[in-house]
């Protein structure tokens, strides 16, 4: 029986029922997860309405197809981006990467606390957010420990932490704490986000009078600083909506093949946050889309009262999805504006997602071909050291390979502390890669690219020299406001690419690529570092429990972060524990 056949023959036995169908290929392999209020009936009009090229794609590559009913279609809409979020079939992925938005959370506890993070869970504390990057966020908690203090250390101590003589604790750590005063700080932080800060800022404007007056000059300071804070994030918001509502915009632009679409983030009638989406256009139709796009993007991010879409899009599975929100197809007044805002948002994604492709990496490599007068670049490997401190000296290595970035290929260098230059490190790190791909017998790359000027590439000269070795070398130099300015060849001479090409700027990128990468690791052992100082003065954590703890929370604020059940897994000892938790929470980092 012929493959149609069998198919025909699966399709006309289905149930008239809801529930979700899957979709197998030649490999078994499951590449489109369905809902449908009749399984029979949706599935039919795949074999008998193909109506776009891309559903028959994907009848084309169906060997097979199997089921799941469900009570309702509510069900079976949850059943699907369950199965969706499992198995990632190719028809249905998205947002490989979604974003994890920061938050501020106060926690639901006796004693509340300030939390700072990137998923959200409504039911584990009162959230605020999502903020654009977590900088500005960890700034404002910064903020709001020191205005609107909550209990910051571990509690129950026994005597005033630390935090309680700086003013950024409730005195949790000592007294029994009134559920009155929390309440009271938690309306302030409402209020703090709603921009109505006039009473803090007064009450702040008269310490700073009275420890001016008493001559307190660095206490006042460090008032007016907080102020200053302030200000700055109230100039940031403006209020777009005065019942300070929370409403998200979500639109979009199909163009080339390609989707993108944006959601625009209002918590209490501010603008919070953007997030964008830019990718092949892969789905079968804009609600599939839609409803894939938000579940995955609620499902780590804090859901608003009111979603905003296009009339185009079909709500009445969204609405299934998220009863406790409103959605709305707005046509005219404030929200349809903001709605095209979105849109045109959208657009500029798409154009830079274009523009991006244009000077694709791949491009690149031709390109850098011409500047340099080289035969062939299929295969680079850029350099960089970092040796922010004392201790600690550390490189690293990121890999490009047919134009596209070689993860795989990454490596990270812990240099000798002893070697007092950049001269001497990259000597060593340049030593050890090369010498490892010739005893490997591994391909070399077409071109090294060293963060530096002629000490690095000197430095690098001479190591290949050393190990027989013949690899066009370039260096790129950065001036005083540590931008990249020149590129300079083996022989020390500058390759004249203007500033504003294209493959300039490529090499620009790379430079920021393996600076950024090289400090990262370069923090990741001085944080490592303090874990184990800290750890040792612990009783009962010896050498192997201190490497097992570092190898679950690779750095402090992991390990600062982590909840006591977290902590258990790896420290089996009771006693142990509480000394570590106890300590943990009256230490700042």
């Not at 409803?291 to 969204?318: A, M």
């Not at 260096?475 to 690419?497: C, E, P, W």
């Amino acid at each position: 029986m012929k493959k149609n056949e069998i198919l025909l023959e699966q399709v006309k036995n289905l149930p008239n029922v809801s529930g979700c169908y899957l979709y197998q290929d030649k490999n078994k392999q499951l590449i489109y997860v369905g809902k449908a209020k009749s399984l029979k009936k949706r599935v039919t009009s795949y074999f008998t309405k193909v109506s776009n090229f891309k559903t028959m794609q994907l009848v084309n590559d169906i060997v097979s197809l199997d089921f799941i009913t469900t009570n309702n279609e509510k069900e079976a809409l949850i059943l699907e981006q369950t199965l969706i979020k499992k198995y990632h079939p190719k028809y249905n992925i998205l947002l490989a990467d979604d974003k994890r938005y920061p938050y501020i959370q106060v926690t639901k506890e006796k004693d509340p606390q300030y939390h700072y993070l990137r998923r959200a869970n409504k039911d584990q504390g009162n959230y605020y957010g999502p903020f654009p990057d977590g900088t500005g966020a960890r700034e404002i908690l910064k903020l709001l420990e020191r205005i609107i203090p909550l209990r910051k250390c571990a509690g129950n101590l026994g005597k005033p932490c630390l935090y309680y003589h700086l003013g950024q604790c409730s005195g949790a750590c000592f007294k029994a704490v009134p559920w009155s005063y929390y309440q009271n700080q938690i309306n302030k932080i409402n209020q703090f986000f709603k921009g109505n800060v006039a009473v803090i800022k007064q009450q702040l404007q008269n310490s700073m009078s009275i420890s001016s007056d008493n001559q307190q000059y660095e206490a006042a300071n460090r008032i007016k600083i907080l102020l200053e804070k302030i200000d700055l994030f109230l100039s940031q918001q403006v209020v777009e909506f005065q019942d300070f509502g929370d409403r998200d915009f979500i639109n979009y632009l199909t163009e080339d093949n390609l989707i993108s679409i944006v959601t625009l983030f209002y918590r209490n009638g501010k603008l919070q946050a953007k997030d964008e989406y830019v990718g092949k256009n892969n789905f079968l139709d804009i609600e599939d889309f839609v409803r894939n796009y938000c579940t995955q993007l609620y499902n780590k991010n804090t859901l608003p009262k009111e979603i905003y879409l296009p009339n185009e899009v079909e709500i009445s599975d969204l609405k299934l999805l998220f009863p406790t929100v409103k959605f709305f197809h707005p046509v005219k007044g404030k929200k349809e504006n903001i709605l095209n805002i979105a849109k045109t948002n959208a657009v500029y994604a798409w154009k830079n997602y274009l523009d991006k492709a244009k000077t694709s990496e791949v491009n690149m490599m031709k390109v850098l071909t011409q500047w340099l007068k080289l035969p062939v670049i299929n295969h680079l490997e850029v350099f960089d050291v970092s040796n922010l401190y004392k201790n600690a000296s550390v490189g690293a290595m990121i890999v490009y390979k047919d134009g596209k970035p070689s993860f795989n290929d990454y490596r990270r260098f812990l240099l000798n502390p002893k070697l007092n230059d950049d001269y001497h490190r990259f000597e060593e790190m340049i030593y050890r890669r090369y010498y490892n791909l010739l005893v490997n017998k591994l391909p070399l790359p077409d071109l090294i690219i060293v963060d530096g000027g002629k000490p690095q590439i000197q430095a690098t000269l001479n190591q290949l020299q050393l190990l027989n070795l013949k690899i066009p070398v370039i260096g790129l130099a950065k001036n005083k406001k540590h931008q990249t300015d020149r590129v300079i060849n083996s022989k020390f001479q500058v390759v004249h690419i203007p500033k504003n090409d294209i493959c300039f700027l490529f090499l620009a990128n790379l430079q920021d690529q393996i600076h950024n990468y090289a400090i990262k690791y370069h923090k990741l052992k001085r944080s490592q570092s303090m874990i184990n100082s800290f750890l040792a003065t612990i009783p009962g954590i010896g050498p192997k429990l201190q490497k097992e703890i570092l190898a679950k929370f690779p750095t402090f604020s992991d390990l600062q972060g982590a909840t006591y059940d977290e902590l258990k897994v790896v420290i089996k000892s009771t006693v142990v524990l509480k000394k570590l938790w106890l300590e943990l929470h009256s230490f700042e980092l």
